[in-house]
């Protein structure tokens, strides 16, 4: 099964959640200090908000995908199509341990795409931010041009 990601940062986490669960009608199925996700199934989606990254607002969209080789074949037809991609094994993002690809689009939006194998008792790293020219997503790589 695979569900559309939506990353949103805010300011402040408790009026996020407030809003988040009166439009989902659903409380969160994670909450911490600087985060909080909904795994819905109506509609498929995985939406997180957390403190993290730049300006508030849109962050990244991404696919979350059940199987490494599932998201591998994702990868591939990135690969063919000769998108830029950057690959992160066994990170740890959004209180979450995760195998995972970034890729942007034609119009430079940052897509996620990852393989949960585990939950984390931490947030994970931070990126450093100074090596991007453009802002980053909240848990994503620096700003890469290169295929991986």
């Known amino acids: 099964m695979k ?30 200090k600087d985060y909080a996700k909904w795994l ?19 962050d990244h969209a991404g696919v979350s995908i059940d199987t490494k080789d599932e998201l591998n074949e994702v990868a591939g037809r990135l690969r063919a199509a000769n998108a830029s991609l950057f690959a992160e094994e066994e990170t740890t993002c959004c209180y979450a341990q995760s195998n995972k690809y970034w890729a942007q689009d034609p119009q430079g939006a940052r897509w996620e795409l990852f393989q949960t194998f585990a939950d984390s008792d931490s947030y994970g790293a931070e990126p450093d931010r100074e090596l991007a020219a453009a802002p980053t997503a909240c848990c994503g790589p620096a700003e890469q041009t290169t295929q991986a």
């Not at 939506?6 to 996020?16: A, C, G, M, N, V």
């Not at 957390?50 to 607002?57: D, K, N, Q």
């Open 3 to 32: 569900r559309l990601h939506i990353h949103l940062k805010t300011r402040d986490l408790e009026q996020s959640i407030a809003f988040y669960s009166a439009m989902f009608g659903a409380e969160p199925t994670r909450v911490e």
């Open 40 to 58: 819905l199934d109506d509609p498929l989606a995985n939406v997180s908000v957390s403190t993290h990254g730049g300006e508030p607002g849109f």
